[in-house]
């Protein structure tokens, strides 16, 4: 555009896109990005005189201060906005769940209340959480707001469910981050810094999520020990939580530790065949072991949380099987999240890229799995398998007092 003001007999308001162009030719007002315009001559001032009353025309009728800004700036401001009201009705339903749970336990008399402390821990340092990985772009700006909603609900109803969560979050970030350069040249999906979008955070937070506020239903908000023989319900649902959460540590600790620092080439888990890296379903002992370490970690940080918070250890079952469990569950749920990603999620060789790809194209060569799953439902799936089957087997070899 030329920024040309229009001919005395054109009508003086031009319509929404006329108001539009004149303001990107304006010189030396707006962003500043068009700041340097400024300098192009002596029509500018014309243009921006006649556009004036337009944009007070069209301020009036949104209502929002958009004068001489761009499109960019508007988005931020939308989605300053939307932080605004996220995180207003983040407080709302925080101080729902606190006058719910003080009215349950005056009515009942057997639930714990959430404290004040409590409340104000499980808003404040989710919050910072969720701040630093968006800044560090770990999480995307959908994934910050998920994020925070899950941890604030995990946090509220356990501390040892917030440390869970906090350490599977930040290993799994680090990881990712880790030979960065050479995990692009293996994954044509890898996004700088590992950004996880809502979609992410829901696979993998979902499921405990929802079994923190069955927990705070069953039990109310707190710590307690893990005892079959004494609060089986409770228990079940703490070792379910535990279960999701390992296995979705076991998975990613398999992908990225095995994925750059096996030596041997990965076989398929269903054929046993060699594969390329990256292909879905593919293992390695590297991988496996590093799966069996992930879900140990998310255990050490449960357990440690429990000898802190909890009073009651000593009339208790004894609590160093959580580590043994979150070993196992995160071992095995590498192993199923490989056999659904096997069978279940297309994987291919791109000529072209020399890459594996997830989905089908004119240069891929079939490798496995049909296209039924992605990566996120396969996670998904994993993580509620786990969570349903491992509780049972638990029963069964804990330890009893």
């Not at 890898?190 to 069955?214: D, H, M, S």
């Not at 590093?290 to 802190?308: D, E, K």
Request: with cysteine; net charge positive; aromatic share 12%.
């Amino acid at each position: 555009m030329n920024g040309s003001v229009p001919p005395s007999g054109a009508p003086s308001f031009g319509g929404t896109e006329a108001a539009s162009g004149a303001v990107r030719a304006a010189p030396g007002r707006g962003s500043g990005r068009a700041g340097a315009g400024g300098r192009g001559g002596g029509g500018g001032s014309g243009v921006a005189d006649a556009v004036r009353p337009v944009l007070s025309l069209q301020v009036f009728s949104f209502w929002i201060p958009m004068t001489y800004c761009e499109e960019d700036f508007f988005k931020e401001y939308l989605k300053m906005m939307a932080n605004i009201i996220v995180l207003n009705a983040l407080i709302c339903i925080s101080l729902v769940f606190w006058i719910v749970s003080m009215t349950a336990s005056t009515y009942y008399g057997t639930l714990r209340p959430i404290s004040p402390w409590r409340w104000l821990f499980s808003i404040l340092v989710p919050l910072t959480i969720a701040t630093q990985g968006f800044k560090k772009k770990s999480l995307d700006h959908s994934g910050a707001l998920g994020g925070l909603v899950v941890g604030f609900i995990l946090t509220v109803a356990n501390y040892s469910f917030f440390t869970s969560l906090f350490v599977f979050f930040v290993t799994s970030s680090k990881l990712t981050k880790w030979k960065k350069d050479i995990k692009k040249q293996i994954d044509s999906e890898y996004k700088e810094g590992g950004q996880r979008n809502w979609l992410q955070v829901l696979c993998n937070g979902g499921v405990p999520t929802e079994l923190a506020i069955l927990y705070m239903i069953e039990n109310g908000p707190g710590e307690i020990p893990i005892d079959f023989s004494k609060q089986y319900t409770a228990s079940w649902m703490c070792l379910s939580l535990l279960g999701a959460l390992a296995c979705s540590a076991g998975d990613t600790w398999a992908s990225e530790i095995g994925s750059v620092m096996s030596k041997s080439k990965p076989r398929l888990i269903t054929t046993w065949e060699k594969v390329p890296v990256g292909t879905n379903g593919a293992i390695t002992f590297v991988g496996l072991l590093s799966s069996l370490l992930g879900g140990m970690v998310v255990g050490i940080a449960y357990f440690i949380t429990q000898l802190i918070f909890v009073t009651d250890l000593e009339v208790s079952a004894p609590q160093w099987p959580i580590i043994v469990f979150g070993a196992a569950a995160g071992l095995l749920g590498s192993i199923v999240d490989s056999y659904l990603g096997a069978t279940m999620q297309y994987s291919g060789f791109d000529q072209n890229t020399g890459m594996v790809v997830n989905h089908q194209t004119k240069d891929s060569k079939h490798i496995s799995g049909k296209p039924i799953l992605d990566n996120n439902a396969v996670n998904l799936f994993s993580s509620i398998i786990i969570a349903l089957v491992f509780p049972g087997m638990a029963w069964c070899f804990w330890p009893r007092r």
